[in-house]
């Protein structure tokens, strides 16, 4: 038996014999209907918009593995791209313009390129004020007081997110010598 079964026949039995169910009945019978509608309506829009949160939140999260799924391969190549620096530091001026450091300088810079096109990004750290989350202070020294002076070893970014913070020397605050 169904329960609009159940309300009729509760109404017939109050009723007297022969009568039709009394309008009250009906009355209470549709407040009871129109609060179980809202209470649905109600359990159905937060559904709706707990699959929509869900959604926004896959989508986020494939943006972000997508952003960030090479991070293990290019932290593995920095330490190469610090050795190219430091290899340029130290040419001799006599093969500056040798053909064989040409070439090994286009491949650091197509290197560097493929890296950039990737998201990577060399910071900037040289007369910036000191940031916690970019650099990392090994020494301090005459310069202006809490302004990277020197980069020992560059800092990086991935899209964004300090991948590799800068190895840095500040300023103390005193005069140069």
Same mark, same amino acid.
């Given at each position: 038996?169904?329960?609009?079964?159940?309300?009729?026949?509760?109404?017939?039995? /109050?009723?007297?014999?022969?009568?039709?169910?009394?309008?009250?009945?009906?009355?209470?019978? @549709?407040?009871?209907?129109?609060?179980?509608?809202?209470?649905?309506?109600? #359990?159905?829009?937060?559904?709706?918009?707990?699959?929509?949160? $869900?959604?926004?939140?896959?989508?986020?999260? /494939?943006?972000?593995? %997508?952003?960030?799924? *090479?991070?293990?391969?290019? %932290?593995?190549?920095?330490?190469? #791209?610090?050795?190219?620096?430091? $290899?340029?530091?130290?040419? &001799?001026?006599?093969? /500056?313009?040798?053909?064989?450091?040409?070439? +090994? *300088?286009? @491949?650091?810079?197509? #290197?560097?390129?493929?890296?950039?096109? /990737? =998201?990577?990004?060399?910071?900037?750290?040289?007369?910036? &004020? +000191?940031?916690?989350?970019?650099?990392? @202070? #090994?020494?301090?020294? &005459? !310069?202006?007081?809490?302004?990277?002076?020197?980069?020992?070893?560059? !800092?990086?970014?991935?899209? !964004?997110? +300090?991948?590799? &913070?800068?190895?840095?020397?500040? =300023?103390? !605050?005193?005069?140069?010598?």
């Amino acid at each position: 038996m169904t329960r609009k079964d159940d309300t009729a026949q509760a109404d017939d039995a /109050a009723a007297p014999t022969g009568a039709t169910p009394s309008v009250d009945a009906h009355l209470k019978e @549709i407040v009871v209907l129109k609060e179980e509608l809202n209470a649905f309506r109600d #359990l159905a829009g937060r559904a709706q918009a707990d699959l929509l949160n $869900a959604k926004a939140r896959g989508e986020r999260e /494939a943006d972000d593995l %997508r952003k960030y799924a *090479s991070e293990s391969m290019i %932290r593995k190549i920095l330490p190469t #791209l610090d050795n190219f620096q430091r $290899a340029f530091q130290h040419v &001799p001026s006599e093969l /500056a313009t040798h053909e064989w450091v040409k070439g +090994v *300088s286009a @491949i650091e810079a197509d #290197l560097m390129s493929q890296m950039t096109a /990737a =998201g990577l990004k060399r910071m900037q750290s040289v007369h910036q &004020p +000191v940031d916690a989350s970019r650099h990392e @202070i #090994l020494t301090a020294g &005459p !310069g202006p007081i809490d302004t990277v002076i020197e980069v020992f070893e560059e !800092g990086y970014e991935l899209n !964004g997110k +300090v991948l590799r &913070p800068a190895k840095v020397k500040v =300023g103390d !605050g005193s005069e140069k010598a």
